[in-house]
Structures are given as C-alpha cells and as structure tokens.
C-alpha cells in the first residue's frame, strides 16, 4: 500500500510527538496520510492517544512522558480558551425561536357569513407603503378557506386581559362551533372589507387580501391594511393608539407563554443620536 506522507505541524510539542512515532505509526498503519493545517489537528490527536497507550503500557521514554506532559497543558489552556470563545451562546437548531411575536385574533367570514376568530402568533408588519401585514396559517385552519374565499380579514389586537378568550380562540376550531357565542365576544361588520372586527378588543385593523405565498406548513396572506381603528380609551394626548393603554399580550415561542409589554425606554431614530 502506498505510503505518502506531508506534514505541516502546528506545534512545537506535536511536531515532536509526531516526529518520534510517525516512523513507528506507519510501520503499524501503511496507509497515505496527508496533512495540512486543516487537518494536521485530527492527526496529532491520534498522535497523541498513540503516545498514551505507550505509556499506559510501559513502553514510552522519559523524553516521550516530557512530551505527553507539554502537550496535555498546551491542550488544556487551549480548551479553556475555546469554551470562553463558544460558551457565551448555545446553539438550538433551525427553529421558530425569536422574539417578540405577537398575539393577534384573526377576524373571518365564512362562505355562510358566519364570523370566526382564530389566535395567530406568525404575523407582522411586513411593509410601510402601501401599508400591509402578513399573518401565517396553515391550510387545516378554518379561518384559511375564509379567507381565500372573502379575500379580507381583520387583525385584533386583544389586551392583557383578554388572554383567556384569546387564547382559547387559538385551541378550538371555528368549523363546527361558533367562537364569538362561546366566548360572548361581538362581531362587528368591518367598515370597509369584507370580514367580522371584535368590538371588545381595544384595537384592529381592516385588512383587503393583497397577495398569498406558500411558503410551507404555513400560507402567508398578506393584507393591505385599509383602515385602522382603536377605543378613544387607548389613545394618548396626541390622539394615537397608545401601546402603555392597549396592553397588547406577546407570545413567546417555544416556551408557549403570554407576556406583557413593558414600559418606553426611548424614541426610536432619536435614542441612538446620543452616540454620534
Ligand atoms: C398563541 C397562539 C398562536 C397561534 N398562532 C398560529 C399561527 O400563527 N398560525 C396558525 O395557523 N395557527 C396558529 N395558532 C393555532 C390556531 O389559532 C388554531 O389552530 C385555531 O383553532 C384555528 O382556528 P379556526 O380553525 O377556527 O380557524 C395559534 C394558537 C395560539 C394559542
């Protein structure tokens, strides 16, 4: 069997522990073993578990114990340093994990004109001119064949103390029971689409079918928001929807639990002045 052999050592120590058995390891294992930089590492591994079983075994000189005890330090310090590089963050995979979503109550017609409501937490603002939004649902959703069939939905933003209803919007399903009787919310015709608001929540917006991607398990449904209303009572002194009054609920994913939003901590494209 051929035996080629390049090697392009790293360390003093390794160099060294490679140089005083590779004659032996390749006596044992003829085999091509070529190195660089890249992989010069895995080799002097095997190196060095080499070494061990000699002494393990009685069979290494004292200059080859010097090497082992070099190398275990240098190894050590060098793991030390790695775990501060990568400990700071854990890796979770490819997942649906960020934050913050948001807790929406989805409002729909069916093709009988019955009105529905549905939990969505996979949704957002996804463009400023014309304003839109996009919410996600999956096909096995009542609420999906609404809206193809209607082309509108409302987006209803419940508050803090909704949470109940809202979630409970998001376990049954709208298909053969009506959601607005058992939770004794009122559906209120939207003013402009064609699509059932919640007159409890304190805000929503009317929403016209712009465009539908599939995507996967989910279908987004962009919608072109043509009207936003909220309660006089979540207004603030310049007569705009006041988040610290609305109370809307954040979903957090994975963990599958509501939170409250909390307090201002600064004006956006102002705050970060204070650096330049
Ligand atoms: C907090 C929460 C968030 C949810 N988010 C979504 C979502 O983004 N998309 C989706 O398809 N289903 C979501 N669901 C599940 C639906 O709300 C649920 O399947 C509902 O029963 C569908 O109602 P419908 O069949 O009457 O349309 C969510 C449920 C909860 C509780």
């Not at 093709?111 to 919410?135: D, E, Y």
Request: hydrophobic share 40%; with cysteine; proline share 6%.
């Amino acid at each position: 069997m051929q035996t080629a052999v390049s090697v392009t050592p790293r360390w003093d120590v390794s160099a060294g522990i490679c140089g005083y058995f590779l004659p032996d390891m390749l006596k044992r294992n003829p085999t091509t073993i070529r190195m660089n930089n890249a992989n010069s590492r895995l080799f002097f591994m095997g190196a060095f578990y080499h070494i061990r079983n000699h002494i393990l075994q009685g069979r290494a000189s004292a200059e080859v114990r010097l090497y082992l005890l070099k190398y275990e330090k240098h190894s050590a310090s060098r793991k030390t340093k790695k775990n501060k590089e990568t400990a700071m963050k854990k890796s979770f995979g490819p997942k649906t994990l960020v934050y913050p979503a948001p807790v929406w109550v989805v409002g729909t017609y069916d093709a009988g004109g019955r009105p529905n409501i549905m939990t969505i937490a996979w949704g957002g603002i996804c463009c400023s001119q014309p304003p839109c939004v996009a919410v996600s649902l999956r096909k096995a959703t009542y609420s999906f064949g609404n809206i193809v069939g209607r082309k509108a939905f409302t987006i209803n933003v419940p508050s803090e103390e909704q949470v109940k209803v809202t979630d409970y919007a998001g376990m049954v399903s709208g298909k053969n029971l009506d959601k607005f009787a058992a939770t004794g919310l009122t559906p209120v015709k939207a003013e402009f689409v064609d699509a059932p608001y919640v007159k409890e929540f304190p805000m929503v917006l009317e929403c016209r079918l712009l465009q539908t991607i599939e995507i996967g398990l989910h279908t987004q449904f962009i919608g072109e928001v043509i009207d936003v209303k909220a309660d006089e009572t979540v207004l603030n002194e310049k007569g705009l929807p006041d988040i610290e009054k609305i109370r809307p609920i954040i979903f957090s994913p994975e963990i599958r639990a509501y939170h409250t939003t909390g307090k201002s901590i600064g004006l956006a494209f102002s705050i970060g002045k204070e650096l330049a």
